[in-house]
């Protein structure tokens, strides 16, 4: 019932672009702070980007980002819909990999964890690059 589910990923060539979809079924999404993560095979798992929870605005909320990804990544959110967005341009092959959101009760931007290390709430969406 209660659920957050990825899409968008895909195969893109370098300097292409994708938009990652975070979709929230069963609770309003504007009330949590939401990251996404990425992962890549023999990798450890590492934090892409973050939106604060909504200001009341459909896009509301500061956002953080690694360095990797930096002026070529954005966060954002649809209120109306219900969903996170993360639009990646220019992507590299160095961005390959798995892409999950995640939130939880107690999580916040800038925590010293994630909420995937006590679960997830779903399968993540697969981005490759290559030529």
């Known amino acids: 019932q209660v659920q957050l589910v990825e899409s968008g990923g895909g195969l893109v060539q370098p300097g292409g672009s994708l938009r990652l979809s975070c979709a929230a079924s069963?609770?309003?999404?504007?009330?949590?702070?939401i990251g996404w993560y990425r992962q890549a095979p023999g990798k450890k798992r590492e934090e892409v980007s973050c939106?604060?929870?909504?200001?009341?605005?459909?896009?509301?909320?500061?956002?953080t980002y690694a360095d990797s990804v930096k002026g070529r990544f954005t966060i954002s959110r649809d209120k109306a819909k219900n969903t996170v967005y993360l639009q990646m341009n220019n992507l590299k092959p160095e961005d390959t990999g798995v892409y999950y959101c995640a939130t939880d009760p107690l999580f916040s931007c800038g925590a010293t964890y994630s909420p995937l290390d006590f679960g997830s709430w779903g399968q993540g969406t697969q981005v490759t690059v290559s030529s």
């Open positions: 939106i604060s929870k909504s200001d009341g605005s459909s896009s509301g909320g500061s956002t």
């Open positions: 069963g609770f309003t999404l504007d009330y949590y702070d």
